[in-house]
């Protein structure tokens, strides 16, 4: 038996020997200063670095690199999304050298030239963790993305501020933390409309726009342009503005309504009490231009909204100037903004996968924010470090665990009660998010109403 066990493993040792086909097959050999290479079916990203650069995880090189060359290389494909890649495209396989490059500046190991030549006192450096999901204010629902989306488009109303005695937008607590929301949610004030009111029934808001506001393409912002972006919203049937919009009462393009060029109004079947807070979210309720939008769609996309995955057409304080997807976004000021000019001249989002690295960088000072810090390193390693300040305060966003109450068991109160009264909250709180959260009371957070 042991002979014939032998005997066998010498034979599959010849035939892999034989047949240096498949598995034992070394790399395709990569040229030195990298390659064009024309995307073929079951291709993907990490499938490509693995093949050409050794290394799986070595796709942002190739991603990064296609979208340098696509600036001035009309026969590359620019690549928005890492997972969509589509049959018959053009990528550049960068050399070892580049790729080497390429990943220390995804890795945030090395800063683009943007935010090292920047002035620092015009100019504020982000890092954030991932790329954006697209810049469509009616779909975006990444809380990052919002919060950087929001600079780019105005809406018709806002919450008011809240500031402190000192001035400061966060009125500071004893120990530096901050028992505030960003904004009095109970107070709301016009932005793109100058003045707005609702009728005795409460049936029918009208909005008064101001005149003369820009978007960034020169067009003037007109109350056709705030029809069309509600209506968008409602004709495509998904998206969290729709969802937003059906709570505040509006599921049908009828009810928006142009009166004329500077009035807008929206007619509700019964009171809503959620219209204004639905209208003053700043990620999705903005105006679109609706002249730019238009000239964009097509039979395959009737509401542009592949166009939209990396372009902005806002009339927000900030306009995107360079975005390269998996890297970084560059804002400018809108110097023609109604509201005047941003004093902080360059916003620049650099994308930092690593929590670590971004917290480096942070203490470095060789940025000026970081998001998704570990609760851990926010209560110990940056408390009280130099030259840093972590403000908190209750984020718009909740952590839900949904369950379809039509099928068993979950059609049962008592379940529902019972999986309530299973979650360990406080042991949440204390040892996950290091207590920097508090029990939800309902799915509206505490830094929304």
């Not at 029934?201 to 056709?224: C, H, I, M, P, Q």
């Not at 290091?434 to 830094?447: D, H």
């Amino acid at each position: 038996m042991t002979k014939r066990f032998v005997n066998f493993a010498i034979l599959v040792a010849l035939l892999i020997a034989l047949v240096p086909g498949a598995a034992m097959a070394a790399p395709p050999p990569q040229e030195e200063e990298g390659q064009t290479y024309v995307i073929q079916k079951d291709d993907w990203l990490s499938k490509l670095a693995e093949k050409y650069l050794g290394d799986v995880e070595a796709w942002p090189a190739i991603l990064l690199a296609t979208n340098k060359m696509a600036e001035t290389d009309p026969e590359l494909n620019r690549i928005d999304y890492a997972d969509i890649v589509e049959v018959g495209w053009m990528v550049w396989i960068p050399g070892d050298a580049e790729a080497e490059e390429l990943l220390a500046e995804y890795r945030g190991e090395v800063l683009p030239a943007e935010a090292t030549e920047a002035d620092p006192g015009q100019t504020l450096i982000v890092a954030v963790p991932g790329d954006l999901e697209g810049w469509d204010p009616a779909t975006s629902t990444y809380f990052t993305s919002n919060e950087m989306i929001q600079t780019l488009y105005d809406r018709l109303v806002e919450y008011e501020v809240k500031e402190g005695a000192d001035g400061n937008l966060y009125p500071a607590q004893a120990g530096g933390t901050v028992d505030n929301r960003y904004a009095d949610t109970t107070k709301f004030k016009g932005m793109l409309a100058e003045t707005y009111g609702v009728s005795d029934d409460g049936l029918t808001w009208t909005f008064n726009l101001r005149e003369g506001v820009k978007f960034s393409s020169g067009n003037e912002l007109t109350a056709a342009d705030v029809e069309y972006s509600f209506d968008r919203s409602l004709n495509m049937g998904k998206g969290i503005l729709n969802t937003m919009l059906s709570f505040a009462g509006i599921t049908d393009p009828a009810q928006t309504v142009v009166v004329d060029d500077y009035t807008f109004q929206i007619q509700l079947e019964e009171p809503n009490n959620l219209l204004l807070h639905i209208l003053s979210l700043g990620s999705n309720s903005g105006v679109l231009d609706s002249q730019v939008v238009e000239a964009q769609v097509t039979p395959d996309d009737p509401y542009a909204e592949k166009w939209l995955r990396n372009h902005v057409v806002g009339s927000g304080p900030y306009v995107m100037e360079k975005y390269e997807p998996g890297n970084q976004v560059v804002y400018v000021a809108n110097e023609d903004y109604w509201k005047g000019a941003p004093t902080l001249k360059k916003v620049i989002y650099k994308t930092v996968p690593s929590a670590q690295t971004r917290l480096t960088l942070l203490l470095n000072g060789a940025i000026d924010i970081a998001y998704d810090i570990p609760g851990q390193d926010l209560t110990n390693t940056l408390n009280g470090a130099e030259g840093v300040k972590v403000v908190s305060f209750p984020a718009p966003s909740t952590t839900v665990f949904f369950t379809n109450n039509t099928v068993a068991p979950y059609d049962d109160v008592k379940v529902r009660k019972a999986l309530c009264y299973a979650v360990p909250y406080e042991a949440l709180i204390d040892n996950v998010l290091y207590g920097l959260g508090k029990p939800a009371l309902g799915p509206v957070a505490y830094g929304v109403a």
